[in-house]
């Protein structure tokens, strides 16, 4: 929620104080407004498996959750975990923040001078060397004089996007184990600094989203493009092999009139008396976001429709089933509703329409669904909690 006056709530795991809620109760199934936050405006959250950050419109960084791996970059704290926001008071001391992101074992900040700001990160270099303190902030090497416009981070990489659309990522571990091509440098090894991605050198990249081994990258001409982990078809190839390069993904053609429940959007698109709005067909073929999870992938196209693929287990592709999708497929539960915004979890995913309801689907163990229960689910639900709410 964007406006000055914002309400934060929050839901699912809660075993360490992740959500910021003042206690540790294990698991919130139904979402609880985090009050602390109510006295003042928060412009981007972002959240992994064990911690939340959220960044206000000053650059002040708050954070909340596990403190191991040194990732909430609070220094002197001994406690395993907070369940309160606090903030991290030596991020002044480097500039002001303009974007947030983390994961797992870190949590990275961009600044206003273009530099990164890292916390924790233990897994991104060689452990033959010496660790810092990983409480404390350190500027992310190799990137002197770039400046960056995006962020993103999986458990085991990270990547940054300039201002010219060059990719560069970092990260991997020392072993396979960790490092499944999800750098997209021909190789399954660890990079310590960050590198540009040359194979995407003739694109010009305008938004990356890491999962947790695998990269999609999306460029000014809507095309996709993933790297590394193929196990479960999150690269949307085809088959289950790792991609150690980035390769272009096409989304399937929607042929107009074709019996589909998307067609009524067809109808609403063509109707539409604005000159410049290309056909139903052009605009559905367009991909205009995407959102790496764990072990599955989300595409969104121009007309509204989702795509999905890979890990599928938990029902987390929404396609009403529990297999693996080796290809992006077409969600079709959202008959003439456009959906407008998309977030991949680890095991869960999150759309918003364009009328500002929200649907999620997986894996439900938590309460991550925000639907007052535990029971997973395959299709995507609607989270009535929030009906008639500004989100």
């Known amino acids: ?78 406690k395993k975990s907070l369940n309160k926001f606090h903030v991290i008071t030596q991020v002044a001391e480097y500039g002001k923040v303009i974007q947030v992101c983390c994961s797992d074992y870190q949590t990275l900040c961009l600044l206003a001078d273009n530099s990164i700001l890292s916390f924790g990160g233990a897994n991104m270099k060689d452990k033959s060397n010496v660790l810092p303190d990983l409480n404390t902030g350190e500027i992310v090497a190799g990137l002197d004089g770039i400046e960056i416009t995006q962020i993103s981070c999986g458990d085991y990489h990270a990547a940054a996007v300039d201002v010219d659309g060059n990719l560069y990522t970092w990260g991997g571990g020392k072993t396979k ?29 305008e938004k990356v989203s ?104 938990q029902g987390q592709l929404g396609h009403r089933d529990t297999d693996n999708q080796k290809k992006p497929k077409l969600v079709d539960d959202f008959d003439g509703v456009r959906i407008q915004c998309i977030s991949a979890g680890s095991y869960h995913s999150i759309v918003m329409t364009a009328k500002g309801d929200l649907y999620s689907c997986g894996l439900n163990k938590d309460g991550q669904l925000a639907l007052a229960n535990f029971k997973s689910r395959t299709g995507f639900q609607h989270i009535t909690c929030f009906a008639g709410l500004n989100v």
């Open 210 to 313: 890491c999962g947790a081994f695998h990269t999609l990258a999306l460029s000014d001409d809507q095309e996709l493009f993933t790297f590394g982990s193929g196990v479960y078809g999150e690269c949307g190839t085809g088959d289950n092999s790792n991609l150690l390069v980035p390769k272009k993904i096409d989304i399937p053609k929607h042929k107009a009139g074709a019996s589909h429940k998307n067609d009524k959007l067809m109808k609403e698109l063509l109707n539409e008396k604005d000159n410049k709005l290309k056909t139903f067909t052009e605009e559905a073929s367009k991909i205009i976001d995407i959102s790496a999870g764990g072990k599955h992938s989300m595409v969104l196209t121009g007309a509204g429709l989702l795509y999905t693929f890979g890990f599928g287990d």
């Open 177 to 205: 184990q960790y490092n499944k091509g999800q750098c997209g440098h021909g190789k399954d090894q660890l990079q310590e600094t960050p590198k540009r991605v040359e194979a995407l050198a003739h694109k010009r990249i």
């Open 1 to 78: 929620m964007i406006d000055d006056k914002a309400f934060i709530f929050a839901c699912g795991k809660n075993a360490e104080g992740d959500l910021g809620l003042g206690n540790s109760d294990g698991k919130v199934n139904l979402p609880k407004n985090v009050a602390q936050l109510n006295d003042f405006p928060v412009k981007q959250i972002a959240g992994s498996n064990a911690h939340s950050v959220l960044m206000t419109p000053s650059g002040e960084v708050h954070v909340s959750g596990s403190t191991l791996h040194g990732k909430l970059g609070l220094e002197g704290i001994e």
